[in-house]
């Protein structure tokens, strides 16, 4: 079993950054992605960012690009989200998500494991 834990969240101003981070327990998914989600009260969990763990490949959702960078450390089984200019409608739970098991990066019902979930909260 991967366990997966976020770290990294936190309260910040509009306009602020924060870095999320997500260690896998072991790496047993070299070959497929990993993700971020997110989910604020009362929506459904949203497609946030993904890598693809051995190409370095990345995906994002249109409303983060350019503001949101993913990436991976091997070494450290560690994947980074690196969130800056957070607006208001930021505010979260963002949940890290390990092997896509070659399904959409986009789904997450493709991804086999979760981590707990760290808040991030964005005050205007």
């Known amino acids: 079993q991967v366990q997966l834990v976020e770290s990294g969240g936190g309260l910040v101003q509009a306009g602020g950054s924060l870095r999320l981070s997500c260690a896998a327990s072991?790496?047993?998914?070299?070959?497929?992605?990993m993700g971020w989600f997110r989910q604020a009260p009362g929506k459904e969990r949203e497609f946030v960012a993904a890598?693809?763990?051995?190409?370095?490949?990345?995906y994002y959702a249109d409303s983060m690009k350019g503001r949101f960078t993913i990436s991976r450390d091997n070494n450290k089984n560690t994947v980074y989200l690196q969130m800056n200019s957070l607006k208001p409608e930021d505010t979260a739970v963002y949940y890290c998500?390990?092997?896509?098991?070659?399904?959409?990066?986009?789904?997450?019902?493709?991804?086999?494991?979760w981590g707990q979930g760290t808040q991030v909260t964005v005050s205007s």
């Open positions: 998500a390990g092997d896509s098991r070659g399904g959409s990066v986009y789904l997450p019902d493709s991804y086999a494991y």
């Open positions: 890598i693809h763990w051995s190409s370095g490949y990345t």
């Open positions: 072991k790496r047993t998914f070299s070959r497929y992605a």
